[in-house]
């Protein structure tokens, strides 16, 4: 979600669009940098197209208002470990149980055997650390707030 070409990285700006209580929706401008953004799964455009942020709303914003949303509690940080840690670690535990155990097939080379055990823990770790990542955007909880009306 960083604006890489502005000086306050980790903040973008949107228009909220609808209010439910201390909480926003946040219509988000689109970013060069959304296609790579871990906080994807949060922020997804929906069939028109337009990113929606939910955002803890504390300065009371109205709707129409031109907000700064921020992510909250190193968010962005925590998730990115989720989606490249998790399947990095899997990626390697294929390959040293593969060595461990000592995994030999007649004609195969013992290296290829330990890329495709790390090929095979990256796969399984992958799905995990997806799900996790999806149980983390149904939780409901605010990961962005508006820290500035503008």
Do not use: H, W
């Amino acid at each position: 979600m960083p604006d890489l070409t502005s000086k306050n990285l980790g903040q973008e700006t949107g228009v909220i669009t609808r209010l439910m209580g201390d909480k926003a929706l946040v219509q988000m401008e689109m970013q060069p940098t959304c296609e790579s953004c871990a906080a994807r799964v949060l922020c997804v455009p929906d069939r028109s197209g337009k990113r929606i942020l939910k955002a803890a709303n504390p300065f009371g914003a109205k709707i129409g208002s031109r907000v700064v949303v921020n992510e909250s509690d190193n968010f962005l940080l925590k998730l990115s470990s989720i989606q490249y840690g998790i399947p990095l670690i899997g990626f390697l535990l294929g390959i040293i149980i593969c060595y461990v155990i000592d995994l030999s097939i007649a004609e195969i080379a013992p290296e290829f055997i330990m890329f495709a055990g790390g090929i095979t823990g990256l796969g399984l770790s992958a799905l995990i650390a997806r799900n996790l990542a999806q149980k983390l955007a149904q939780q409901g909880r605010e990961f962005f707030i508006i820290s500035k009306i503008l």
